[in-house]
C-alpha cells in the first residue's frame, strides 16, 4: 500500500504541473518499397510549422518548447499501425525502427515484408516548471528508524468488535518513522486507515508504505 503526501489533491497537482501536448496528424499513403520516404519533407514541414505555433499560441509558462515526430506504420495488408518515432526520413532508419518495435511487441518481425506509411505525427510539447518537492536525504532508504507516537488512542469498529487504534497527524510524521495497525492517520485531505497486521514506514518523499506485519 502507497499513500502518497497530499491523496486529496493529488490529481489536482498533476493537472497542474503536466507538460501541455497536442498532436498533428497527416493521412499520407507511402510504399516504402517504391517511393522514398524523403518525398515526405514537406508534409513534415507543414506539421512542424503547425506544432511550433500552437505552442506560441498558449498562454502558459513553459521552461522549453520541442517537437518529436513519429509515422504510423505497419506491413502492408494489415489493419492496425505502430507508431515509431524518427529523427531523420530516410528508409533505413523508418524500417529499423519498425521492425525493432514490432519484435519487442509481438515476438517476431519480418525485414522482407512490406512496409507502408499510413500517417505522419508532430507532437507540440511544453515543458511547464515543475515544483520542488523536498527530501529528506538524510533518511533516503532508512526505514523503521524511529516508532512514532499517536496523538492519542481511539477506539474503532474492526471485524465488528472494538478495538483501540492509535491516531496519527500526517503532518507530525517524518521520513523514517513507522507504527503499527490498527491506526489512523488525519490530515487536512484525507483519513488514511491503517488495519490490524500492517506496518506503516514513512519514506524519504513522505509517502505511507504499507506492508503486512
Known sequence: MIVPRSPGTLCALGSLVTDLRRDFIRTVSVDLLHREPQALEQELAVLTEQAFDWLASQDTAMTDRKVE?????????????????????????????FHQQYERIYGFSDPKADVEITNLRVAAIGITGKPRQSVDLAAAGERHVRKAIPLRIGTLIEDRRPVDAGFYDRATLAAGDWFEGPAVVEAADTTVYVPAGFTVHVDSWGNLIGEPA
Open 69 to 97: 515526430a513519429s509515422a504510423d506504420m505497419r506491413y502492408r495488408g494489415q489493419s492496425f499501425d505502430l507508431t515509431v518515432p524518427f529523427e531523420r526520413l530516410d528508409t533505413e532508419s523508418l524500417l529499423h525502427g
